[in-house]
Structure formats: structure tokens, C-alpha cells
């Protein structure tokens, strides 16, 4: 893995958050599921074909919280057969110019990685819903 086991707990953390932030809306009239932050291409072509053989799955959500080798996700993604919502933001609502270090630099990478995750998908053709 690119990143320690302290930054991948607290992706998780943030993931989980921001899938309770969802769920806690009005707005959305469906329950989304939170899944484990996917690390290899192996995890990821699992949990594709989990969402693919899964009925009550309508879709699946995309955020890269951090940098991972977008070419990670091309062997998932050509099997995927439900729909692709991608999230490109970041989790934090402001930047912390005044203290800003490596280590929040690392943990906080969705500029790079969602950038990179949609220049790939759009390479493979990939229909998708992108939410800025």
C-alpha cells in the first residue's frame, strides 16, 4: 500500500462521514452503503463484482481521498455494470494555509487523485456522473 495504517483509518473515518452526511439528507431519497477504503486492484475488481451481482445496488460512489495509481481501478472498472457517481472534492471544507504540512498533504490528496481517477475514466470511455 501506498499510505501507513493511521492515514487509511482515518480515510475511512471521513468516508464514513461523508456517507452519514449524505444519508442525513432530505435531498437523497435512498440509503447509500459505506464500504471499506479499497487499496489493490484485486479489492477493487471485488467490490465491483459485488455491486454487480448485488440487486438492491443501484450504483457506486467514487472518492479518491487520497493518491492511488489510477490504473489501479481499470480491470474493476471494465467489469463494472452499474452506474458510476464520482466525487471530486475534498473532505475538508477550508485548507489550513497557516499550518498546512507533508502530513496533511499526504492524507489530503482528492485534487491529484480525482483528477487523475477522471482522466482515466474518460480514456476508457466510461459514462459517469461527476459531483464537484
Not at 10 to 18: E, L, M, P, R
Not at 79 to 96: D, G, S, V, W
Amino acid at each position: 500500500h501506498l499510505y501507513e495504517e493511521e492515514t487509511l483509518n482515518q480515510v475511512a473515518k471521513n468516508s464514513a462521514a461523508i456517507v452519514d452526511g449524505f444519508n442525513g439528507s432530505n435531498k437523497i431519497p435512498l440509503k447509500i452503503v459505506h464500504k471499506e477504503t479499497v487499496k489493490t486492484p484485486d479489492e477493487i475488481t471485488d467490490l465491483l463484482q459485488l455491486a454487480n451481482s448485488e440487486k438492491k445496488c443501484i450504483g457506486i460512489i467514487t472518492w479518491m481521498h487520497t493518491f492511488s495509481p489510477a490504473k489501479m481501478w481499470i480491470r474493476g472498472l471494465s467489469i463494472l455494470k452499474k452506474p458510476i457517481c464520482h466525487l471530486h472534492t475534498q473532505f475538508n471544507a477550508e485548507i489550513p494555509w497557516g499550518k498546512i504540512d507533508m502530513d496533511f498533504m499526504n492524507l489530503n490528496q482528492s485534487a491529484h487523485g480525482d483528477r487523475e481517477f477522471g482522466f482515466m475514466m474518460s480514456r476508457m470511455r466510461k459514462k459517469r456522473k461527476v459531483i464537484v
